[in-house]
């Protein structure tokens, strides 16, 4: 079993939709979660990181962690076809000092249709 | 955000040479880097931890060997990928790590992509 499960996709819905992605994860000793946008043969962009359990909000992006569930998301509210990209979630058990491994999901294709 | 710069951003070479990949935090200071390496439509997957001033940490089954990784400053880790192979032809990216006010950060690269003929 991976360590983190993320549904690759591709997902593609309308323009102004409301995008939900997904990741579940078995290990419960991760504390930070992070989403990262990664567009076509571009490195990874970091959009939401997160500390434990809880809603973050920035913009149009809002990430949800449910450490009782092992189940973090992110909601995308009217989407843009700019947000076309595929996004991937990331976690790691490390506190800051520490020299931890961020653990990749496999990531989701999603696509916005204008 | 932090800024993390490859170098070069492509290249192409014949069977059997050696390729070296910069990676620079431009505007940070980053005693732990992460090499990556990506095939099409698939994550990231770690090749190894490269840290300044001392050996790079390597998962398994990657060749420290094949894949050498110097880290002799806090803003530069370079990856040579040795006696390159059409197999090796991939996507590599560079990450480094950044940790300030409470946070664990990891800042990529934009990538090279490796194509051996």
């Known amino acids: 079993q991976k360590e983190v499960e993320q549904d690759p996709g591709p997902l593609s819905v309308p323009e102004g939709a409301i995008v939900s992605l997904n990741c579940t994860y078995s290990n419960s000793a991760f504390q930070y979660f992070m989403w990262y946008r990664q567009y076509s043969r571009k490195g990874p962009e970091l959009l939401m990181y997160?500390?434990?359990?809880g809603n973050k909000e920035d913009g149009r992006f809002t990430a949800q962690v449910d450490k009782s569930s092992k189940y973090i998301s992110l909601f995308i509210r009217d989407s843009q076809p700019s947000d076309s990209a595929t996004y991937l979630c990331?976690?790691?058990?490390?506190?800051?000092?520490?020299?931890?491994?961020?653990?990749f999901g496999s990531g989701t294709r999603l696509s916005i249709r204008p | 955000g932090a800024v993390v710069s490859q170098h070069p951003s492509r290249v192409i070479c014949k069977s059997g040479t050696s390729v070296k990949i910069e990676c620079r935090s431009l505007?940070?200071?980053?005693?732990?880097m992460f090499w990556y390496r990506q095939f099409p439509k698939q994550s990231l997957m770690l090749m190894a931890t490269s840290n300044e001033g001392s050996k790079a940490t390597y998962e398994q089954g990657v060749e420290k060997d094949k894949f050498l990784i110097n880290h002799a400053s806090l803003t530069l880790s370079t990856l040579t990928v040795t006696s390159a192979h059409p197999e090796d032809s991939s996507f590599y990216i560079c990450s480094a790590r950044r940790v300030s006010g409470g946070r664990n950060e990891q800042f990529f690269g934009p990538g090279t992509r490796l194509t051996v003929l």
């Open positions: 997160t500390y434990s359990s």
């Open positions: 505007d940070f200071q980053a005693t732990t």
């Open positions: 990331a976690m790691s058990r490390g506190l800051p000092s520490s020299a931890s491994k961020i653990i």
